[in-house]
Every structure is written in C-alpha cells, then in structure tokens.
C-alpha cells in the first residue's frame, strides 16, 4: 500500500485534474499503480458527474482511489457503488472510544462488513491503543494506522526507523 495524497474537492473540480496527475506520473516515472489519492466523502459529492469521469479514468490507469475520513460526511452508500473506490479508511473519530458496548463499535462493524462486502481495502485510523487494535484484528480489519506505532515520521526518521527494525531483525535471524 502506499502513502496516500488527499485530494481536495476544489482540485477535482478542476477540468484537467486527472491530465495533471497522470502527466506528473509520466514525467516522473511513477507507475500508476503505486500512488493513491485520498479524497474525502464530502469532496466526492460535489460535481459528481465529472467527479466519477476523473477518477474512473484515473483509476482505469492504475491509480487507487480511497475514500478518507469514511463515515463522517454525507456520502449515500449508492455512491460507493458508482465511484472506482479501492479503500475506505475508517475515521479516527469511531475508534476512539471504540468498546464493544458502546454505538462506535456498531458503526466499526458496519463499516468494516459493508466494505469486506463491496471488497474493497480497509484501513482504520487513529489507532492508539492494544485494544483498539485487537478488536479490530477480531472484525477482520487487516491494516490500520495510528500513534499505537507510532507518530507521523518524517522521511528520514522514517528510514532510521525501518534500518533499526531490519537491524533488529537481521540479528534475531542469525
């Protein structure tokens, strides 16, 4: 999976947004297929028409398409149907408080099955906590983000990060 770009509704409102990012890709040399582009619920909703036209042809490229912050605007679920969404990335805000008693959990649910039914990628985000993180591995969420890993890196101590780990692992190997 790789890291994603949000996108805002004002950027695919405009007319050449999908030549811009395809062209960028070429000039770049950057295979389509590694790059996905977040775009918010509400962002999906305006101009949808040519919103649909844009990512469909992006996505006929290779580009991923996810949906951020999911559960939090006003997106009709007939709109999943309709847009070339791979990933719904469930919003902080419902694993937060996340307990199995409480209306978050139910929503968790609900999202987590509505996508293993569309067959789309899942992420949840803003996970902070072993519990967290277990119920969601018990619902079949297979990958999620959040300071329970740690905080956001910047590239550098991204890759320091990664070296210790691979040092690490390296030395438990032999």
Do not use: W
């Amino acid at each position: 999976n790789s890291p994603g770009s949000t996108v805002s509704a004002k950027q695919l409102e405009q007319a050449n947004f999908d030549d811009f990012i395809l062209d960028t890709l070429r000039k770049h040399k950057v295979p389509p297929r590694q790059v996905e582009l977040e775009i918010t619920e509400n962002a999906v909703i305006n101009n949808r028409k040519g919103v649909v036209e844009k990512l469909t042809r992006l996505s006929k490229h290779g580009v991923r398409i996810a949906i951020d912050d999911f559960g939090t605007g006003y997106c009709s679920l007939a709109y999943l149907q309709h847009f070339p969404i791979h990933t719904l990335k469930i919003d902080r805000s419902f694993i937060h408080d996340i307990r199995e008693d409480r209306h978050e959990a139910c929503i968790v649910n609900a999202i987590i099955s509505l996508a293993q039914g569309l067959k789309l990628h899942l992420v949840a985000e803003g996970v902070e906590t072993r519990h967290q993180l277990d119920y969601l591995k018990r619902l079949g969420c297979t990958e999620v983000q959040g300071h329970y890993f740690s905080a956001a890196l910047s590239a550098e101590h991204t890759l320091d990060m990664l070296g210790d780990v691979t040092a690490r692992f390296m030395t438990q190997v032999h």
